[in-house]
């Protein structure tokens, strides 16, 4: 089976700029979680969701959105992009239910903000 | 929110030997797990822990969720247990996220 995959793998973007990264979850699981890793830092939770609802936020501005489609998948979006938004952005797949059970992360897709 | 502190912050080894990595947080949790990031940035789920012992080849770990610490051994270490090891919580009440620590960054020289 397929792990997580994530698009795209590296990204530059310029300040002010949008941005939309994609996620497809483990076949079969339900929920996905995002996570920004800055530099020489242990990732921070952004958003969870699951059965396209939105579980849960970390503490970060309105200019990052999310959203799950039916199948599962789910989109990161980031608006008015700032230098500080370059980053690795980690998405992680969880089981069938709600709760965090066992993460798997996806590769990740780099952002650099210019 | 719940903190967890990881120790040593950094540590280099000969190839061959043996390691013993904590991870301390502040709250009683239902979720622990062990994560080492390779040199590319990927996440490898080593274990799901939040109480007790397991066991994986040449990795352990232990939960004592009791004194709300955990450890990781890594026995007759090799270059490609090299990277960041990176224990994360969710809190007991159930907020449905992960909590990372600041990782030990592990380094074995051949």
């Known amino acids: 089976d397929a792990g997580v995959t994530q698009s795209p793998t590296h990204l530059i973007k310029t300040r002010g700029q949008h941005v939309t990264l994609r996620c497809s979850p483990i076949?079969?699981?339900?929920?996905v979680s995002w996570y920004q890793q800055v530099l020489g830092q242990g990732p921070q939770f952004i958003f969870q969701y699951y059965e396209k609802e939105e579980r849960g936020r970390g503490n970060f501005p309105d200019r990052f959105s999310a959203r799950q489609f039916p199948n599962y998948s789910s989109e990161l979006n980031v608006n008015a992009l700032l230098l500080g938004d370059s980053a690795l952005y980690l998405c992680?797949?969880?089981?069938?239910?709600?709760?965090?059970?066992?993460?798997?992360f996806g590769p990740g897709t780099r952002l650099t903000v210019l | 929110g719940i903190q967890v502190e990881q120790s040593p912050p950094d540590l280099i080894l000969q190839e061959g030997a043996n390691s013993t990595l904590r991870c301390n947080f502040s709250?009683?949790?239902?979720?622990l797990q062990w994560f080492h990031q390779n040199p590319w940035g990927q996440l490898i789920n080593l274990f799901y822990?939040?109480?007790g012992t397991k066991q994986n080849g040449r990795l352990s770990a232990t939960t004592v969720a009791t004194e709300r610490y955990s450890l990781l051994y890594i026995s007759s270490s090799q270059t490609t247990d090299s990277g960041v090891y990176f224990c994360?919580?969710?809190?007991?009440?159930?907020?449905?996220?992960?909590?990372f620590g600041t990782g030990t960054r592990l380094t074995i020289i051949p």
């Open positions: 994360a919580v969710e809190g007991d009440f159930g907020n449905e996220k992960l909590t």
């Open positions: 992680a797949s969880g089981g069938e239910g709600p709760s965090t059970d066992t993460q798997y």
């Open positions: 822990i939040p109480s």
């Open positions: 709250d009683s949790v239902n979720n």
């Open positions: 076949s079969g699981h339900k929920s």
